[in-house]
């Protein structure tokens, strides 16, 4: 009897267990020296070229799991973070991010969850106006950014939320933001929630929806975050 083997199993036989084991190390080296998440095309292009990153990335995230430090994943990219029941052991005040006011904490969850969101249409959902301190705020923590510029009368900005804002909250990915029945839970709503009354999906990747142009240089320099380019002649 002829046994046919897939080509998946020839693969399997031929790999090198020591081949594998040092990539995973030089992975685990890789995360460790970095102080932000880093993306697994930065790990494809320092590994081996036949290396299974996401394959090696969730066997190193299952061996860290029991332990004091754990492989935490933030969108397509990889960091070691303090496990969750020690988190309170750790003092970061060199690093604490100054408590955000109601305001600021409102703000940033219109944006994380309704996101690309402009401004005015923040203003709208709060009912009240938003200053420009709170999104000072917001972005000097490095939680919101631009994201564009909508196509209607105006062009006003769009934002949006960055990865450090899912890595400062324990989140892979947008879809992991707590829904209705868990914020209901945690207390924070109150029981007096309108029938029709849901959570929306945000966007789950950074591409530019429809109606969305990207941000130029001269917008930049429109929103004071460049100086204008001189057009004096030298």
């Given at each position: 009897m002829i046994d046919l083997k897939s080509e998946k199993d020839y693969e399997n036989e031929v790999r090198d267990p020591q081949a594998e084991i040092e990539a995973e190390r030089i992975a685990e080296a890789?995360?460790?020296?970095?102080?932000?998440?880093?993306?697994?095309?930065f790990l494809a292009?320092?590994?081996?070229r036949d290396a299974d990153v996401r394959a090696i990335m969730l066997r190193l995230k299952e061996q860290y799991a029991p332990r004091g430090v754990n492989l935490v994943q933030v969108e397509s990219a990889w960091a070691f973070r303090t496990a969750a029941d020690l988190s309170f052991i750790i003092r970061r005040d060199d690093n604490e991010v100054k408590k955000l006011s109601r305001a600021a904490l409102e703000v940033l969850s219109i944006i994380a969850y309704h996101q690309?969101?402009?401004?005015?249409?923040?203003?709208?959902?709060?009912?009240?106006?938003?200053?420009?301190?709170?999104?000072?705020?917001l972005m000097e923590a490095g939680w919101v950014r631009f994201r564009g510029?909508?196509?209607?009368?105006?062009?006003?900005v769009t934002?949006?939320?960055?990865?450090?804002?899912?890595?400062?909250?324990?989140?892979?990915?947008l879809r992991d933001l707590p829904g209705l029945e868990e914020l209901k839970g945690a207390g924070l709503l109150s029981g007096r929630i309108p029938a029709n009354f849901n959570i929306p999906s945000p966007l789950m990747n950074d591409e530019l929806s429809e109606d969305e142009?990207?941000?130029t240089q001269m917008d930049l320099e429109e929103?004071?975050?460049?100086?204008?380019?001189s057009t004096s002649e030298d």
């Open positions: 890789l995360v460790f020296a970095s102080s932000q998440p880093v993306p697994e095309s292009e320092r590994l081996p690309p969101v402009t401004r005015a249409e923040i203003e709208d959902i709060r009912g009240v106006q938003t200053s420009r301190g709170t999104l000072d705020v510029r909508r196509r209607t009368p105006g062009r006003p934002l949006g939320t960055t990865r450090d804002f899912l890595d400062h909250f324990g989140l892979e990915e142009d990207p941000i929103l004071g975050l460049l100086a204008p380019r």
